[in-house]
């Protein structure tokens, strides 16, 4: 796929916009998709064909020298109906996108610049569970992969559950999406696909708790859809409120006035919701350079830290037996 020139791969990620020249980066924005998304199509309005990370974002940040970055994984429905949205499967995509970030940057000398994520929908869920494996990682052979959780500042979800009490709810949501962006795939109805994604909603809900551990970590910006999506004679919200955007201390939220599909796709730079959006991407920018540097200035005393205890507890150091041999 391509945008003005811009070649997007449909998995793995692609670079949509850099700096001159793009070495002289500070930030790395990064966008995931949902369910079914793709890492063009999610962000690009139908109306106008803008692809607002690469045709409209750029010149709100150029002060900023952000890099802007897109990531494809398989989305797609007749993958996920095979075994259901199980964790492990989450799980899957949230390794990938550690692995391809960690190399894009490492090859870069980037591995420490600040990141900023933007996910819609269920790319919410690849997005933390991302961060809750990188932020396990203490092997010493495995360390450089906790980069990713050392050098995220920000995350930006917009329309993605985060309430996970009830796990009808889950259910009740995801046959929401399938009934608004799936059409039935031959040979399948849609219910029995929603059954193989309700299977393991519970593990869904897992995610959400591991990530309310880590919260306080990174700055979060929660946005809903304020328009109900259109089911032909009705409408609904996909993802409410109350479920998108929680009221948790010290979180931004605020509403979007597009349905669920159409709220990270942006005809223009007037469009509903682009303002609100890149003016926390911006801010995000400019605060995180001297925070990540700082978050990672502790990091590598604490791992000196660490290792030093580990060769205390191979060799033990007994200051008796030293003066004994004098």
Sequence with gaps: MSSNGIHVERYGLSQVYAPTPPSSALVDLVLVHGLNGD???TWTSQNTEAFWPADLL?????DQKVRVLVYGYDADVTSFKKGGVSKDKIHNHAEGLIADLFANRRIRRASERPL??????LGGLV?????IASSEINGSKTEHLRSIFVSTYGILFLGTPHKGSDVAQWGSYLESVFSAVIPKVVGESTSQLVDALKANSET???IDRQFVQ????FNLYFFHEAKPTSFGTTSHFIVDETSAAPSLPDVERAGIQADHSHMCKFDSDTAPGFEKVTEVIQ????DSPDIIKSRWKSEREERTTQRIQ?????FPFNPGKVMQHE
């Design 39 to 41: 890492p063009h199509n």
């Design 58 to 62: 750029p010149q709100f940040i150029e």
């Design 116 to 121: 900023i994520f933007v996910a819609h929908s």
């Design 127 to 131: 997005v933390k569970l991302a961060l």
């Design 204 to 206: 869904l809900e897992n």
């Design 214 to 217: 880590l919260m306080d970590k």
């Design 283 to 286: 801010r995000y920018s400019e």
């Design 310 to 314: 580990k060769a205390q507890e191979i």
